[in-house]
Structures are given as structure tokens and as C-alpha cells.
């Protein structure tokens, strides 16, 4: 108790630097396991957190969390008939979105979620309980779920009413941005009252095909390299995300039509009519791999307690999805709200998985589970592709691209610097570049200036870092650097002169960007 006391007083917010009172109020909106989640035990009212936590992860997962989907009311629910998951409301609703594993000593970079954005948005001068709120949210549920809906409708007349009547900035990330656009469609006239921004951060506007195709059949990580060793063995989450609605609205819209249509592809061995064999590759696009999925997980089962419990592909969620996405498609941007979306991009993100291989096909699709998927990648932020993420359907004040992971990318400068210019939270940003396909960040400036005996010196040295949204244009050049120079002088009255000199050099980078560096020398004589 007394490590564990000491590690919460060290982690203890620290005391705000800057207060803005003139800022209007900002509401934080998590996405898919961005939340903390806690088991409530019925039969006595103790509570402890199974997600996300470090001690007995895989064990609390299995026992807390593990769910059953039902169809009449559209909800999951979880295996224990004693536990009901709650979302912690501490710190206005921040705590449960900030540091999602409170007792991460080392690698908790790892489980921190709008850790940063917070510590960035408190020096802004925003104030947790006055001006910053986080939602947080059971996230196996639909995106349309009632239940889910009134939470928010509450969260967001309690914000307004905390900021004395101030209208809200919403800030979502990743699967947040859908419920978010799911509760302006089904509770327009309380979203048009109460918000006046709405900042979607890496949105599967259109969904994240290949990684769910993927989730389907091999589960999915929740950290990446060593430490997810710590956490939960993808195979125990596949099976709580199979009865996740969520996961399947994360599936992919049926309607979008997609410039590169995502499929699911599979090596197989296939006999004709005279017994010869055939290895070929099969390829399903969205509607088509539905079957798939159905065959692959048939027979999936998991034991909960003893007893076998069926988990197939669940064609009720599938259907309960499919009408998600029929609100989604429709939904409509209130005249009096701006909008604008911040998208992932330099990152190869699956969009397609292929299994098997011509030297090793698939002969058992219920075996598909043991093979690692080859993914067909797309432009993206590694999980979502930029395609999905830019196709939010709306009337979008911006939509700017910046290089970043799907989760990482809520910690990007570049990010902040275009939250910080939407929210009027400081100055305006004089850089700023309405167009959106790149973003200029100045890196460095310096000036020296030297006068004596009638003959003055000037220099000047900047720098700028210029992320584009596409480097195509510049594919012939991006492996070399461009060189430009101009002097002017300029002879005077009474034998007065004066004279400058700059260059302007382009330098390559990678992910996106270029460094830009102008050096500048003027020199001036006063004769008189």
C-alpha cells in the first residue's frame, strides 16, 4: 500500500500553471478501449479496474469483461451475472481517459491515452471542472446504443452548465468520432444546443476494414511490441471483441465506395473435375467475406466457468451494425457547428489481409487462426487509412493531414498547434495555413545586427519544417536538395550603398517532411 500510495502522489496532477477564464469549455471523447473500465460487483458494491491493468490483466479480462450480445436490446453484457462495468468519473471525467494503467512504472508511455493533450491544453489555460472534461465510455458497446447516447446528452448539459452556459468544443479520437456523429444524427436538436466546435482526431469515418478483418480472425494487441507480453494475449481479446458491437461498425460502411476496395484474400487449394490441383488466390471484397468469417469461426467456443460457450461470427450484431452505418451515412453538420478533421498519414495501414501463401494454402478455414495475415497496406496512420478517415461526409471547415500513429498521433505538436488556432485558445498562430494540405512549423530564427563607423551588418537565419499531406508531386526531387539564391544592391545619394544576399535550401526528409532554411546577409555603407 505504501508503493502504491507513493505512486499516485507522484503522479498526482500537477498544479495548473495558467488559468484562461474566457476559454470555452472543452469535452474530450475517447475511442475504442480508450477508456478505463471498472467491474462493479453486485452482491456487495466493491469495484476494481479490468481495464487497462497491468497485474492479473489476461485473468480479470476473462472472468470481468468477457460478454454475451443481446439481440433485444442491442447491448452486451458481461459473463458474470454479478458485474456490471462502470466508467470512473474522477477529475470531471479526465481520469478515466488520461493514464489508462495508473500503476505503470515503466513503459507507461505505452497506456497513456490524452495524457499529453491535457498537460498541453492546462498550459493553454483550460481548467479541469471548469473549462476541460473528459467522457468516458463502456466501449464494447454500439455507437448508437441509448444507454450510451443519454450518458453523453447528460455529460454535455452538465459541461455547459459548469462553463455558465458557454456552448462546448468536442475533441474525439478514433472510434469516438463515430459516436459522436451517431448522437448528432439521433439526438440532433441537444448536439445543436449544447456544441459549437467539433474536432475529429484519426476517425474511421468509413471504418478500419483490415485491421477488423484481421481482429476477426487473429484478435488484436492492444500495446505493441514488448509490452504487450504484460497485457492480454490477443487471442483473449478476440474473444470479447466477437461479441462487440462496436468491432463490427468498425467493420467497414457496405455503401462506401471505395477507391480501393478492401478484401479479404485467401490462398486455397482447389480441384478441378479431373482431380488436378490448383493453388489460387480467392479474393472477397466486403460483402462477399462475410461468409468467410461465418465458416472461419463456426465451431469458435470459449469456456467461461467450466462450460463451452459458442462464439460464433454473430450475424445479429452484424445486422444491429449495418443499421449503425445506415445513421451514419445520413447524418447532417447543424449549420451553427463547424467542424474539422485531423487525419493519420505516412504510415502503411492493412486495408486488404491475405492468408496463405501459393507454397502453403488454405486447406481449413477454421484453421485460419494460426496463419499471420500478409496485409495489403494503404496511406494511413497504421490502423486506420486515410481514405476512411478524410470521408467524414460533412461540411468540414478543414481537413488536414498529419504524419502520426493511430494512438501516438494525440501527441503530436503538430496536432496541438492546430487544436490550439481552432480553439482560439492564445494568440492567433501566424503560421497557420488555411489550405490543407501541409502545415509549417517555424524550428528556428536567429538575427544578429552589428553598426559602427557608417557600415551596418545584418544576418538573418530561420527555419521552417514543412509537413505535406502528399510528397507524389515531388517524387522526382524528394531524394536531393534544391538550392535558391538572390542578392539585390541598391547605390544611393552622397556615395551611400547597400546590398543583401540570401539562398533558400530545400532539404529532404522522410514521413512527409522537408526542412526549408533561408540565410540572409545585408550590408549597408553610409558614406554622408
Same mark, same amino acid.
Given at each position: 500500500?505504501?508503493?502504491?500510495?507513493?505512486?499516485? !502522489?507522484?503522479?498526482?496532477?500537477?498544479?495548473?500553471?495558467?488559468?484562461?477564464?474566457?476559454?470555452?469549455?472543452?469535452?474530450?471523447?475517447?475511442?475504442?478501449?480508450?477508456?478505463?473500465?471498472?467491474?462493479?460487483?453486485?452482491?456487495?458494491?466493491?469495484?476494481?479496474?479490468?481495464?487497462v491493468?497491468?497485474?492479473?490483466?489476461?485473468?480479470?479480462?476473462?472472468?470481468?469483461?468477457?460478454?454475451?450480445?443481446?439481440?433485444?436490446?442491442?447491448?452486451?453484457?458481461?459473463?458474470?451475472?454479478?458485474?456490471?462495468?462502470?466508467?470512473?468519473?474522477?477529475?470531471h471525467?479526465?481520469?478515466?481517459?488520461?493514464?489508462?494503467?495508473?500503476?505503470?512504472?515503466?513503459?507507461?508511455?505505452?497506456?497513456?491515452?490524452?495524457?499529453?493533450?491535457?498537460?498541453?491544453?492546462?498550459?493553454?489555460?483550460?481548467?479541469?471542472?471548469?473549462?476541460?472534461?473528459?467522457?468516458?465510455?463502456?466501449?464494447r458497446?454500439?455507437?448508437?446504443?441509448?444507454? %450510451?447516447?443519454?450518458?453523453?446528452?447528460?455529460?454535455?448539459?452538465?459541461?455547459?452548465?459548469?462553463?455558465?452556459?458557454?456552448?462546448i468544443?468536442?475533441?474525439?479520437?478514433?472510434?469516438?468520432?463515430?459516436?459522436?456523429?451517431?448522437?448528432?444524427?439521433l439526438?440532433?436538436?441537444?448536439?445543436?444546443?449544447?456544441?459549437?466546435?467539433? *474536432?475529429?482526431?484519426?476517425?474511421?469515418?468509413?471504418?478500419?476494414?483490415? $485491421?477488423?478483418?484481421?481482429?476477426?480472425?487473429?484478435?488484436?494487441?492492444?500495446?505493441?511490441?514488448?509490452?504487450?507480453? !504484460?497485457?492480454?494475449?490477443?487471442?483473449?481479446?478476440?474473444?470479447?471483441?466477437?461479441? $462487440?458491437?462496436s %468491432?463490427?461498425?468498425?467493420?467497414?460502411?457496405?455503401?462506401?465506395h471505395?477507391?480501393? *476496395?478492401?478484401?479479404?484474400?485467401?490462398?486455397?487449394?482447389?480441384?478441378?473435375?479431373?482431380?488436378?490441383?490448383?493453388?489460387?488466390?480467392?479474393?472477397?471484397?466486403?460483402?462477399?467475406?462475410?461468409?468467410?468469417?461465418?465458416?472461419?469461426l463456426?465451431?469458435?467456443?470459449?469456456?467461461?466457468?467450466?462450460?463451452?460457450?459458442?462464439?460464433?461470427?454473430?450475424?445479429? %450484431?452484424?445486422?444491429?451494425?449495418?443499421?449503425?452505418?445506415?445513421?451514419?451515412?445520413?447524418?447532417k453538420?447543424?449549420?451553427?457547428?463547424?467542424?474539422?478533421?485531423?487525419?493519420?498519414?505516412?504510415?502503411?495501414?492493412?486495408?486488404?489481409? $491475405?492468408?496463405?501463401?501459393?507454397?502453403?494454402?488454405?486447406?481449413?478455414?477454421?484453421? =485460419?487462426?494460426?496463419?499471420?495475415?500478409?496485409?495489403?497496406?494503404?496511406?494511413?496512420?497504421?490502423?486506420?487509412?486515410?481514405?476512411?478517415?478524410?470521408?467524414?461526409?460533412?461540411?468540414?471547415?478543414?481537413?488536414?493531414?498529419?504524419?502520426?500513429e493511430?494512438?501516438?498521433i494525440l501527441?503530436?505538436?503538430?496536432?496541438?498547434?492546430?487544436?490550439?488556432?481552432?480553439?482560439?485558445?492564445?494568440?492567433?498562430?501566424?503560421?497557420?495555413?488555411? =489550405?490543407?494540405?501541409?502545415?509549417?512549423?517555424?524550428?528556428?530564427?536567429?538575427?544578429?545586427?552589428?553598426?559602427?563607423?557608417?557600415?551596418?551588418?545584418?544576418?538573418?537565419?530561420?527555419?521552417?519544417?514543412?509537413?505535406?499531406?502528399?510528397?507524389?508531386?515531388?517524387?522526382?526531387?524528394a531524394?536531393?536538395?534544391? !538550392?535558391?539564391?538572390?542578392?539585390?544592391?541598391?547605390?544611393?545619394?552622397?556615395?551611400?550603398?547597400?546590398?543583401?544576399?540570401?539562398?533558400?535550401?530545400?532539404?529532404?526528409?522522410?514521413?512527409?517532411?522537408?526542412?526549408?532554411?533561408?540565410?540572409?546577409?545585408?550590408?549597408?555603407?553610409?558614406?554622408?
Amino acid at each position: 500500500m505504501t508503493i502504491k500510495l507513493w505512486l499516485n !502522489l507522484m503522479k498526482k496532477p500537477q498544479a495548473q500553471p495558467y488559468l484562461n477564464p474566457n476559454l470555452d469549455p472543452v469535452l474530450l471523447v475517447p475511442g475504442i478501449g480508450g477508456s478505463m473500465l471498472n467491474a462493479v460487483n453486485d452482491s456487495d458494491g466493491s469495484q476494481e479496474r479490468v481495464w487497462v491493468r497491468f497485474l492479473s490483466a489476461e485473468y480479470k479480462l476473462k472472468t470481468k469483461l468477457w460478454s454475451r450480445y443481446d439481440p433485444s436490446t442491442g447491448k452486451t453484457v458481461s459473463m458474470d451475472e454479478n458485474t456490471r462495468i462502470m466508467v470512473p468519473d474522477d477529475r470531471h471525467g479526465l481520469y478515466a481517459i488520461d493514464n489508462l494503467d495508473p500503476d505503470m512504472v515503466i513503459g507507461c508511455d505505452s497506456v497513456y491515452y490524452f495524457h499529453d493533450m491535457i498537460i498541453e491544453m492546462r498550459k493553454w489555460g483550460f481548467e479541469e471542472g471548469k473549462t476541460l472534461f473528459g467522457f468516458g465510455y463502456d466501449f464494447r458497446q454500439s455507437n448508437r446504443l441509448q444507454e %450510451i447516447l443519454d450518458q453523453l446528452a447528460a455529460k454535455l448539459e452538465s459541461v455547459y452548465n459548469a462553463a455558465g452556459g458557454k456552448k462546448i468544443n468536442i475533441i474525439s479520437h478514433s472510434m469516438g468520432g463515430l459516436l459522436v456523429k451517431c448522437f448528432m444524427s439521433l439526438q440532433s436538436d441537444v448536439f445543436e444546443k449544447y456544441v459549437k466546435n467539433w *474536432i475529429a482526431i484519426a476517425a474511421p469515418f468509413q471504418g478500419a476494414p483490415g $485491421c477488423i478483418n484481421s481482429t476477426f480472425l487473429n484478435g488484436m494487441s492492444f500495446v505493441e511490441g514488448w509490452e504487450q507480453n !504484460l497485457y492480454i494475449s490477443k487471442w483473449s481479446m478476440h474473444q470479447l471483441l466477437i461479441e $462487440c458491437p462496436s %468491432i463490427y461498425e468498425l467493420m467497414g460502411c457496405p455503401n462506401f465506395h471505395w477507391q480501393h *476496395i478492401p478484401c479479404l484474400e485467401l490462398w486455397r487449394d482447389k480441384q478441378d473435375p479431373d482431380g488436378k490441383s490448383h493453388i489460387i488466390l480467392e479474393s472477397y471484397p466486403p460483402c462477399d467475406s462475410i461468409d468467410v468469417l461465418k465458416q472461419a469461426l463456426v465451431n469458435n467456443t470459449v469456456n467461461y466457468d467450466g462450460e463451452n460457450i459458442p462464439l460464433p461470427f454473430n450475424l445479429e %450484431i452484424l445486422k444491429w451494425a449495418n443499421k449503425t452505418w445506415e445513421i451514419l451515412s445520413s447524418a447532417k453538420l447543424p449549420s451553427n457547428v463547424k467542424f474539422y478533421n485531423i487525419y493519420g498519414t505516412n504510415l502503411e495501414t492493412a486495408h486488404s489481409v $491475405c492468408y496463405g501463401s501459393e507454397n502453403k494454402p488454405v486447406s481449413d478455414l477454421q484453421q =485460419l487462426r494460426h496463419f499471420q495475415p500478409k496485409c495489403i497496406c494503404v496511406d494511413g496512420d497504421g490502423t486506420v487509412p486515410m481514405e476512411s478517415a478524410k470521408a467524414d461526409g460533412l461540411n468540414a471547415e478543414a481537413r488536414v493531414g498529419v504524419p502520426g500513429e493511430h494512438r501516438g498521433i494525440l501527441r503530436e505538436a503538430h496536432v496541438f498547434r492546430l487544436v490550439k488556432h481552432w480553439l482560439k485558445a492564445g494568440d492567433p498562430d501566424p503560421f497557420y495555413n488555411p =489550405l490543407n494540405d501541409y502545415v509549417i512549423l517555424p524550428t528556428a530564427f536567429e538575427m544578429e545586427r552589428h553598426k559602427e563607423k557608417g557600415l551596418e551588418v545584418a544576418s538573418l537565419k530561420e527555419e521552417w519544417e514543412i509537413i505535406s499531406r502528399d510528397q507524389d508531386d515531388q517524387s522526382n526531387t524528394a531524394d536531393k536538395m534544391s !538550392l535558391s539564391s538572390i542578392s539585390v544592391s541598391n547605390e544611393g545619394a552622397n556615395q551611400s550603398y547597400s546590398e543583401a544576399y540570401a539562398t533558400i535550401s530545400v532539404h529532404p526528409g522522410n514521413e512527409g517532411k522537408q526542412r526549408v532554411q533561408l540565410n540572409a546577409l545585408a550590408v549597408s555603407v553610409d558614406a554622408s
